[in-house]
Each structure stands twice: as structure tokens, then as C-alpha cells.
């Protein structure tokens, strides 16, 4: 009987996977694609059961490309990209060389529509004095073409705890400061800063000409991050230089998919949502932004 309603439960998420599929505009047919970050908790072919993975990929498919932190390994990863296939056979993914070291060692990834958007050059990890070093790639979707830092600062290496958090993000800044001495300008920073945007720590990336983050610490702009009490953080954020990234249309979001997916059947545990969400899916939510591929290329 259990079997029975997993398989159910399975052929659902399948279902409405299709039907939103079928409902949502293409937003690379429309000249806009969505980019998204995403730190799936402890993501691993052994952390989730197929049901929990098929939510993660219902969630997934929202987006054109996104940037995934916390992944454990590569079997996961081909897993959720077979089955994304099914809705999209052009999904692919780029999967990183481990970063860090000992527990703190994970990898980072890339899934996205390779039908409208292809892979420049070549990948690699950056190279500095980071505990979890970040993966850096370059893409172009028609007319747009950018580079992508991911990265997931480590909470609490080497016992350094906020102190620590804040040298790694002045390395990032520096970083990206580095490759927008480049050709490419259209450099997004990106992943789980384990700080908030209106931290010191972000004081020398805000100067770097007009570096933004899509989220800032406004009340209605909501949370990341959840517990199983309440929401906690905003870790998770996209930054960019608005006087470059002249294709950002000005859309973003969270994708607040514990309030759409784990109501509480019953109606009498407050905590519900997030108690499920968090292990099934992840305690962190997608951010989101839009942009622009029919414009000219600026840089």
C-alpha cells in the first residue's frame, strides 16, 4: 500500500511538472531568460528519495540556468538532469572539481537549457587563499554572453566563524574585481555568502563601479533561509555591476517553494512546512533574477 501511494505521489509531481510547463510562457522564446541560485541542502544520490527529488526538479524547471551549491556528488546531479530531459531534452549540466577540503569539501553545478544557452571556454576553480574556492564559467544566451562566479562561503572553517566569513568575501570582491578587468563585464557573483548584503563585509564589492545585489535586507523582500521555527536569513543573493549588465530587466525574486509545496495537510502543526521542506527539499530558497538576450552586446 505504501508502494502503491509513492507511485502515485510520483506520477503527480510528473503530472504537474508537464502542466506548468505547458502553462508557463518559455521565457527563452520570449527573449528573457531567468538565472537562479540555489543552495540545495547536502544535496547526494543517497540524501533524498526519488519522490523529494522529482520536488527538486519541479522547482527546477522554473528556471533557464541555474547555479546549485552544496552538491555532494555527480550521480545526483545526472539523475535530476534525466529527469528534467523529460520536460526539456536540451537541459545539460557543467559539475565542478571538488572544492574545500575534509568536511567541508563539496561541489559546485550548473544546469541549464543548453537549447538557448552554450557554454564558453573553458571552467576551472578560482585560484586564492579560499577555504571552499569558487567555480567560474562563462555562457552566452543569443545575445548575451556572461561569466558566472558560484560560491558557497564556508560557515566556520578554520574556527574563524563571521571573521572568517568576512576575509572570504573581501577575497570575492577582489576576485571579481579581477576578471571585470577583463574583456567580459557581465559578471555575476553568486551562490550562499553565509553574511547578509548590508554586512561590512560587502563595503569593498559595493565599490567596484555600480556592484549591487538583486536582494537587500528590505522587510518585504523576505527571507533565504528557514528553520524549522522560523525564517532566519538572507544568505543567498546574486551580485552584478548594473553599469555593465545593461541586460538585467529589473525582476527578480525568492522562489518560496515551502509555502507552495509542504501545507500542512492538517492544519495544526504551525511548524509543518518547514519541518518537511527543509529535509526534503533544502532549507535554503531559489533567488532569481531576469535578463535580456535580444539586446546588443555591450562588452
Known amino acids: 500500500m505504501k508502494?502503491?501511494?509513492?507511485?502515485?505521489?510520483?506520477?503527480?509531481?510528473?503530472?504537474?511538472?508537464?502542466?506548468?510547463?505547458?502553462?508557463?510562457?518559455?521565457?527563452?522564446?520570449n527573449q528573457t531568460i531567468k538565472i537562479a541560485s540555489w543552495n540545495i541542502r547536502?544535496?547526494?544520490?543517497?540524501?533524498?528519495s526519488?519522490?523529494?527529488?522529482?520536488?527538486?526538479?519541479?522547482?527546477?524547471?522554473n528556471y533557464d540556468f541555474i547555479a546549485i551549491q552544496e552538491v555532494n556528488d555527480q550521480k545526483v546531479i545526472l539523475k535530476l538532469v534525466k529527469w528534467l530531459k523529460v520536460l526539456d531534452s536540451s537541459y545539460g549540466s557543467l559539475f565542478s572539481p571538488a572544492s574545500g577540503t575534509g568536511s567541508e569539501k563539496e561541489h559546485y553545478t550548473f544546469i541549464y537549457r543548453?537549447?538557448?544557452?552554450?557554454?564558453?571556454?573553458?571552467?576551472?576553480?578560482?585560484?586564492?587563499?579560499?577555504?571552499?574556492?569558487?567555480?567560474?564559467?562563462?555562457?552566452?544566451?543569443?545575445?548575451?554572453?556572461?561569466?558566472?562566479?558560484?560560491?558557497?562561503?564556508?560557515?566556520?572553517?578554520?574556527?574563524?566563524?563571521?571573521?572568517?566569513?568576512?576575509?572570504?568575501?573581501?577575497r570575492l570582491a577582489l576576485l571579481y574585481s579581477t576578471l571585470l578587468n577583463g574583456q567580459e563585464k557581465d559578471i555575476f557573483l553568486m551562490g550562499d555568502f553565509n553574511l547578509e548584503p548590508n554586512d561590512n563585509a560587502f563595503l569593498n564589492l559595493q565599490t567596484i563601479g555600480n556592484t549591487k545585489p538583486i536582494l537587500t535586507c528590505l522587510a518585504e523582500e523576505g527571507c533565504t533561509q528557514f528553520s524549522t521555527t522560523r525564517e532566519t536569513n538572507l544568505f543567498d543573493n546574486i551580485w552584478f555591476d548594473r553599469n555593465h549588465v545593461n541586460e538585467y530587466s529589473g525582476v527578480h525574486g525568492i522562489h518560496d517553494f515551502d509555502e507552495q509545496l509542504f501545507e500542512d495537510p492538517s492544519g495544526d502543526s504551525s511548524d509543518y512546512r518547514e519541518r518537511y521542506a527543509r529535509f526534503a527539499v533544502s532549507d535554503h530558497r531559489p533567488v532569481w533574477a531576469e535578463f535580456r538576450i535580444d539586446l546588443t552586446d555591450d562588452d
Open 114 to 170: 543548453k537549447k538557448s544557452i552554450k557554454r564558453l571556454g573553458s571552467e576551472k576553480l578560482a585560484e586564492g587563499d579560499f577555504a571552499r574556492p569558487p567555480f567560474i564559467a562563462s555562457f552566452k544566451a543569443k545575445n548575451f554572453d556572461f561569466t558566472v562566479i558560484s560560491i558557497h562561503v564556508c560557515f566556520a572553517c578554520n574556527g574563524l566563524e563571521e571573521e572568517g566569513r568576512r576575509l572570504e568575501i573581501q
Open 50 to 61: 526519488d519522490f523529494e527529488l522529482l520536488q527538486i526538479c519541479y522547482i527546477l524547471q
Open 3 to 29: 508502494n502503491k501511494r509513492t507511485v502515485i505521489s510520483v506520477l503527480l509531481i510528473i503530472l504537474a511538472c508537464l502542466t506548468l510547463q505547458l502553462l508557463t510562457p518559455k521565457t527563452w522564446a
Open 42 to 48: 547536502d544535496l547526494s544520490i543517497n540524501s533524498r
